[in-house]
């Protein structure tokens, strides 16, 4: 048994907010598996990240199961890694709230996630202030309105109006935004610093809240003595960032508004290969990755790159005299025949077991961060 053994340790984890698809597999779950000879590693079902955003009941049950049962099927082996359920470990969210007390708003609202999915961006506060200025003032006329009529209270009435105008519509959006979203991050970084972790493997996305998770190591063990060690991030070279199918501007997300966006791991495996024939490609014909000029053709060869382990040059030559079609129909049929074999591992492990492996992973993983929070307690005066 490796798991007390004194390799490094990992800890990471997955939402389980939708559709697991290929970015996560790619990005994520592929490093864990690989991390596993060479680390005690800690494998995480982040329910409470889940419920940041609305989840109907029934369905977030399911997608819990879901999820583990994906960890499983990708080779996380329960022997060698601890997996479990965030929502079986108070400890979690007790940090979260001591670490809310030295966390402040302005280290969450630079978070781009956040942003992305809050719809709301204070460092856009400024320029849109500014647009709005430059469209109602300095194109209404009214600046040589106020210069013939030397009236300056017209001009501060006027400021006032477009400051008040902006600052409402800005806060009317905000005051929406659910405060779990806003405090996501601080979650992750109690989820990581609880079983003093060493590298966190994640994709790109999740690299700025990694960040956040070190400045609140650091934060902590300055102001209370040291507890917590800095842990590391850890991204692919290759397949970091999976893009979207539809737009490949944006990163495939199991919450995307079309699920023409991504190829689940559980998609049925025609439909997954209809879902890469129709993917956005860019002009031109030539199967050349560059993420600038071509990030559409970019982004598949990256899929076919990771699925097969093929270098993109030997990709690119490859396909030198070929086509988009020729190159999406060879794409498709790898995607088909990863999903067949990936889903009959899936299909093999039953509820039952999942929910065992679940349990049994949550009783390891508690004493660690019950030990960590003892400490941490101390530390601030409360035990
Ligand atoms: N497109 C992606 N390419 C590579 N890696 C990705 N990850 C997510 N999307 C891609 C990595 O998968 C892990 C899962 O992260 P998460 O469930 O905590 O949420 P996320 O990062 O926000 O991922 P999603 O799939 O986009 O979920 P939703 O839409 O629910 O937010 C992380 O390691 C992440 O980096």
Wanted: hydrophobic letters at 35%; proline letters at 3%.
């Amino acid at each position: 048994m490796t798991k007390t053994n004194q390799k490094p340790r990992i800890f990471s984890g997955i939402q389980p907010s939708g559709n697991l698809h290929i970015g996560n597999y790619l990005g994520a779950i592929t490093q864990w598996v690989e991390m596993q000879a060479e680390y005690n590693c800690i494998f995480c079902v982040v329910d409470y990240h889940a419920i940041t955003v609305p989840q109907k009941p029934e369905v977030l049950r399911a997608k819990i199961m879901e999820t583990a049962k994906i960890y499983l099927a990708a080779g996380i082996d329960p022997k060698r890694s601890i997996i479990f359920q965030q929502s079986d470990i108070s400890a979690h969210t007790e940090l979260c709230w001591i670490f809310n007390t030295i966390t402040q708003n302005g280290d969450l609202t630079k978070m781009t996630q956040f942003k992305d999915k809050a719809g709301v961006d204070f460092n856009s506060l400024e320029k849109g202030l500014s647009d709005s200025w430059n469209e109602k003032i300095f194109n209404s006329g009214l600046i040589k309105k106020i210069e013939k009529e030397k009236d300056i209270s017209l001009a501060l009435n006027s400021a006032h109006e477009v400051i008040w105008d902006f600052v409402q519509s800005f806060k009317l959006q905000f005051n929406k935004v659910g405060v779990g979203l806003f405090d996501y991050p601080v979650l992750m970084a109690a989820d990581i610093l609880l079983y003093n972790t060493d590298v966190v493997p994640v994709g790109d996305d999740q690299t700025q809240h990694v960040e956040l998770a070190r400045d609140i190591a650091k934060r902590f063990n300055n102001r209370f003595g040291e507890i917590f060690k800095v842990p590391e991030v850890k991204i692919k070279k290759e397949g970091a960032r999976i893009m979207g199918l539809d737009n490949p501007e944006k990163k495939m997300s199991k919450s995307a508004a079309s699920d023409a966006n991504y190829v689940a791991l559980t998609d049925e495996p025609d439909k997954a290969a209809k879902k890469i024939m129709r993917a956005v490609t860019d002009t031109g014909k030539d199967i050349l990755y560059d993420k600038e000029n071509k990030p559409g053709i970019t982004n598949l060869i990256s899929i076919y790159s990771n699925l097969t382990e093929t270098p993109v040059r030997d990709i690119e030559k490859k396909y030198k005299r070929k086509g988009y079609g020729d190159f999406k129909k060879d794409l498709a049929e790898i995607v088909k025949k990863f999903l067949a074999d990936f889903q009959k591992k899936y299909n093999a492990i039953s509820d039952k077991d999942v929910r065992r492996i679940l349990n049994e992973g949550a009783d390891q993983a508690r004493p660690i961060a019950e030990e960590t929070l003892r400490k941490v307690k101390e530390k601030i005066g409360i035990k």
